[in-house]
């Protein structure tokens, strides 16, 4: 199935023999969920992936070319995901496929079609633990990468923070799919050595009209709070189901859950003081320009919707890894990506002026160190980040910042525990 990639550097490089008039474009496949439960996360991921696009284009281009996407959307849903990436891969012969969002659809997109076909997959969101499994078993041959820390991690830091808000008690509603049931094992692992009590575990699946009889089960024991493991529009469904049913309105949360969407559609009183964990940032000139120049460019979206930051860092280098590569290669871009995060290069950070700046050093043979919207960003051998975790509350129907949790202190929670 690799075969085509020789046809894919010369569609990419039109421009060496077409009309001097006649620009050329270098197209990157995008697999986003635009529609259904975590539609607002792909909605957001792809605005922030065009703008880092933009602004390479802006600096003038990569190879010659400018960055296109052809982006489609996998309606949070793994067999059309599965189907819309075979198309960019095998009729498109896209050379990266940024996406999904959710892990429901990047694993079958990884597992199915970029894998096999040797094309490169970066997720900006997808935190399952079987991510890193697969690269760990040798099933990627290193075309996955994520900028999103594992659940693995996330569920350790929630059940420490649980436990430091005085969450001692609580049910867990999960969403059944692999994000979900990852997420509820790490958490609840950690949760109990650290002496919570769990009285209830429910999954439930997606897009149903209600979840009475699931929240009926998760009441089962008298929690003190619940544990919602969701994405925005289900999960609003459980919460509503949940505060009606007489609920106590103690909540902790997932990352996906940090929405304006979720926060209205149960309305902010029934919210307050809800706590909830998500992959944090360390600042950086990089998280200062996009929150600067983010909504006006993706027509309102807030700047911290989920997935936003870091999937224009996704964006950034995939872009900056195919001038590295100097072909659209895939396995010369796969190569690439590690060397536009060099711990030795030059910073850059995000921006026209900055990137115009990393493609001058990328020309000279000089190394770079992309410094992203979410931080440093370093890939291990499984194409892993590590980061901090925010801790954030709901107050006053907006989510505020209560505190951060490095990767150390999850490590240092982690090796008490052994």
């Given at each position: 199935m690799k075969m085509f990639k020789t046809t894919g550097l010369a569609t990419a490089l039109l421009c060496a023999t077409a009309l001097s008039t006649q620009a050329c474009e270098i197209t990157i496949g995008m697999v986003m969920e635009l529609t259904g439960p975590a539609g607002a996360y792909g909605q957001a991921g792809a605005k922030s992936v065009e703008m880092a696009f933009r602004d390479l284009n802006e600096a003038g281009g990569v190879l010659g070319c400018q960055l296109v996407t052809d982006t489609r959307d996998s309606q949070s849903q793994g067999n059309v995901a599965v189907d819309q990436a075979t198309q960019l891969v095998n009729i498109k012969q896209v050379p990266v496929v940024i996406g999904g969002i959710i892990s429901s659809v990047s694993i079958p997109i990884l597992t199915s079609v970029t894998a096999a076909a040797g094309v490169v997959q970066v997720s900006p969101a997808s935190s399952s633990p079987t991510l890193t499994q697969l690269s760990r078993d040798g099933k990627t041959d290193g075309y996955f990468f994520r900028t999103i820390t594992s659940d693995a991690l996330q569920g350790i830091a929630a059940a420490k923070y649980a436990m430091d808000s005085g969450?001692?008690?609580?049910?867990?509603?999960?969403v059944n799919n692999d994000f979900g049931l990852n997420l509820m094992r790490e958490f609840s692992a950690t949760y109990e050595k650290l002496g919570g009590v769990i009285t209830s575990v429910t999954p439930y699946n997606e897009s149903q009209p209600n979840y009475g009889a699931e929240v009926t089960a998760a009441m089962a024991g008298e929690p003190e709070a619940l544990y919602l493991i969701s994405y925005p529009v289900d999960g609003a469904t459980v919460a509503r189901a949940w505060i009606s049913q007489g609920g106590p309105q103690k909540f902790l949360l997932n990352d996906g859950m940090n929405s304006t969407d979720f926060i209205t559609a149960v309305g902010a009183e029934y919210l307050e003081g809800a706590f909830g964990t998500s992959s944090g940032t360390t600042e950086t000139e990089s998280t200062k320009y996009f929150y600067a120049n983010y909504e006006a460019m993706s027509g309102g979206i807030a700047p911290s919707a989920p997935a936003a930051d870091r999937s224009y860092d996704a964006g950034a280098i995939v872009?900056?890894?195919?001038?590295?590569?100097?072909?659209?290669?895939?396995?010369?871009?796969r190569d690439a990506v590690r060397s536009v995060v060099d711990p030795a290069g030059e910073v850059i950070f995000a921006g026209p002026e900055e990137f115009k700046k990393a493609?001058?050093?990328i020309a000279e043979g000089k190394a770079i160190n992309y410094q992203g919207v979410i931080g440093n960003v370093a890939f291990d051998q499984y194409g892993d980040i590590s980061g901090p975790f925010r801790l954030w509350q709901i107050k006053g129907g907006e989510v505020v910042t209560n505190g951060q949790m490095t990767a150390e202190d999850v490590a240092g929670v982690k090796a008490?525990?052994?």
């Open positions: 969450l001692t008690k609580l049910a867990i509603v999960h872009g900056l890894a195919v001038a590295k590569a100097g072909s659209t290669e895939s396995a010369a871009i493609l001058a050093l008490s525990l052994q």
